[in-house]
């Protein structure tokens, strides 16, 4: 059956129709419009880029200047397929692109790429600026509602519904965090029913259930804990150093994102997972034994462990929560505490609370530039593809990656589709 979306009866034979607004969306708008098609893009809110100025609040963290190596390793299984189209549109090609919109970058502390203003509102302004004048059409409050038949899209409008086709359709519309900003993963559902393979939406970057003591809830949430390391325990990965943030019910923060991943198969699988934390990364097991070894004397044990090893109050509330009272009258146990904390996770927080979602399109199901094997002329681009991947410039890199790539298999396709 033919089922890419056919327009010759508007005249426009060459338009290509993208359906989200978000980074992954504007560069395939962008791509698109700078080879000479006319490009419509649909977005359900009133204004594009949405998540992309809220995730631009703590500073617009674009892309990350590690090595290429270990940059894709941070795609996990995903690293594979999804190199090819990083290669292609890199960190240096990022900043070189946020360049050519009058955005300078640096390269901060972390390793982390931002711009000098650390804002995200002027570069989507600017980006939005060169996509209307390269003559991309914007269609805001238009939210899809799947197809009408083979060759005709509906969208819901304020005015009732509208229909539209084009000889090619890009869908980048997130993944099914953050519902509020655009992304509630509504097309998952109308994927299905067209035979398109999606796996489930999982949160990804998310926080983690633990079930404080009120005491703690009360007088820590909130706090960072600053300068520690972790792992998850019975993984292959290594300890990484790094902080994260008390919740009044658990924990959330880079750290914890970085390890979300494997935190929440091993919740999947067994219903429990166990973060080890080592609360002291830059002080050696035996200097630890050697410093508790000292009398405490009169001095409370917070004291004593603030005097001796400069465990500050959160560590310390940290190691009454996670071991049990008898632990602290042996040196042995509570060293071993302090370097290898267990702490039981109960729960992983809704995907809504999530920074992004793991989860999505097949990437078995589509060609090498990104369009459904089944479905001719339709096209994805980033979050609501199969992947995911940590905070730190990876995500942004990737979306907007992967909607270069879905772009230029638009662009071969309609070459080949005449």
Known sequence: MQTHLNNSQNDNADEVIVIGGGPAGLMVAETLASQGLAVSLYDAMPSVGRKFLMAGKGGMNLTHSEDSVSFMTRYGERAAVLSPMISQFDAQALRSWAAGLGIETYIGSSGRVFPVDMKAAPLLRAWLHRLRTQGVRFHMRHRWLGWRD??????????????????????ALGGGSWARLGSDGSWVDTLRQRGIAVADLLPANCGFDVGWTPFFQERFAGHPLLTVAARVQGSDLPMRKGQFVM???????????????????????SGQAVL????????PMQKVMAELQHP????????????????????TALLHECLQKSDFAQPQLLAQGIKCLPLHLKAVRPID????????????????????????????????LDWEAPTGGYLLTAC?????QAAQGVIDWLKNDK
């Open 400 to 404: 907007m990656a992967s909607g270069k």
């Open 296 to 315: 405490r004397g009169s001095r409370s044990l917070s004291s004593y462990l603030k005097t001796r090893l400069r465990l500050d109050a959160l560590k």
């Open 353 to 384: 609370e999530a920074i992004s979602s793991a989860g999505g399109v097949c990437f078995e199901g589509l060609t090498a530039g990104l369009m459904a094997q089944a479905y001719p002329g339709l096209f994805f681009a980033g979050e609501m």
């Open 247 to 269: 919740t009044a019910g658990g924990i959330e923060g880079s750290l914890v994102y970085a390890l979300s991943a494997a935190l929440r198969e091993q919740l999947e699988v």
């Open 276 to 283: 080890e934390l080592d609360l002291l990364p830059d002080t």
């Open 150 to 171: 083979a060759q005709t899209l509906a969208f819901a409008t304020p005015t009732g519904e509208v229909l539209r086709s084009a000889r090619a359709l890009v869908l």
